[in-house]
């Protein structure tokens, strides 16, 4: 017992370590003019747009847990695109991950955060793993950051001439995830990278295009992508296949460590569709901007897993809470009412 209490006050200390270093570089940028008030991270968004999650209707039992319990429900969503960086100002052009979060409306239930009103938030990556393996890294890895002001921290990856402590396979990661370049955010695979709870079991999940697109080459305009989905969407559908991945071998797959990529195949739970429309009004992406999103806004049966999610939960809610003061923006979770109002009912 001693040493699990042990445990758990050093994943807090290291968590509120990590939160104190996010906080400063907000702060900072606000100082230095940055206005408004960015995300630490996924500052550049591409756009919000309006769709719908529609759970498959032939699911079976060991799938039917939180927003999939119900086979053929369909939930209204709003899914932010955007660029991995914290910088607001990077041309779409350079390698960057890029990022997918999902809000759904109209998810009754307790959730595992008190300030959300019948939402459900899942957040995905173009990467299916993440470079971090635990929370004493994590902490090196922000410091790095930090002390790189905007370049790449090479000093998290090789700390020392002592080749015994280089990451090499954190370095591969960053590597493999910052240099990908994208022709559009409609046409590519995201993934969860970390695990999280189907009921019982433990899953990752991805969205992946239901059918290829296949634009024809990558622009060179600094906002690019955004102008990629105002094309797209202006007169055709998009869909995604929602799929999820159980834990089949928690050795092999473990929770702990999102490094490892899990070898198990995917399963199709849910269709995502994106009809054709307009998002780019400079009021509907200042509604955007002021979202937030978090793995925390949950159902139980979908509670995020590991030490890296457990560190996300206090982390997004400083960051969304000082943004959000900065900006002198109410920080409250839009209601579907709310949301059909700026992008149009469905």
């Not at 890895?141 to 921290?153: E, M, T």
Request: aromatic share 10%; glycine share 4%.
């Amino acid at each position: 017992m001693q040493d699990k209490q042990s445990t758990s006050a050093n994943e807090e200390s290291a968590i509120q370590e990590i939160e104190q270093i996010t906080i400063e570089q907000v702060k900072q940028h606000y100082q230095a003019g940055e206005k408004p008030a960015r995300r630490d991270a996924h500052a550049k968004h591409h756009g919000c747009v309006k769709g719908e999650f529609i759970v498959e209707s032939n699911l079976p039992e060991k799938m039917r847990f939180g927003i999939f319990q119900e086979p053929g429900k369909k939930f209204t969503v709003c899914i932010r695109y955007s660029n991995g960086s914290g910088n607001h100002d990077q041309p779409d052009t350079k390698g960057d991950p890029r990022g997918m979060a999902i809000k759904l409306f109209g998810v009754e239930g307790e959730k595992l955060l008190p300030d959300e009103k019948k939402t459900q938030d899942l957040i995905v990556v173009n990467y299916p793993v993440f470079p971090i393996r635990n929370l004493r890294d994590y902490i090196d890895f922000f410091v790095a950051i930090r002390d790189a002001k905007g370049g790449f921290p090479l000093k998290f990856f090789i700390p020392s001439y002592n080749p015994l402590k280089w990451r090499l396979r954190e370095f591969i990661i960053s590597l493999k995830t910052i240099q990908q370049k994208i022709v559009s955010p409609l046409e590519i695979q995201y993934w969860s990278m970390t695990p999280y709870k189907l009921g019982n079991e433990v899953i990752k999940f991805s969205a992946k295009p239901s059918v290829n697109i296949n634009s024809p080459r990558i622009a060179t305009n600094p906002n690019y992508l955004r102008e990629a989905m105002v094309e797209y969407l202006s007169s055709k559908e998009v869909s995604f296949d929602f799929l999820v991945q159980f834990q089949t071998d928690a050795d092999k797959m473990p929770i702990e460590d999102a490094r490892i990529k899990w070898k198990s195949p995917f399963h199709k739970v849910a269709i995502i569709k994106i009809p054709p429309q307009t998002f780019d009004s400079p009021q509907q992406m200042e509604f955007c901007e002021n979202l937030s999103y978090t793995p925390w806004h949950s159902l139980p049966e979908h509670e995020p897993l590991g030490a890296v999610n457990r560190a996300r939960k206090p982390i997004y809610q400083a960051i969304s809470k000082l943004r959000h003061e900065l900006n002198g923006v109410s920080k409250l979770e839009p209601t579907e009412e709310e949301f059909s109002a700026m992008f149009g009912h469905l």
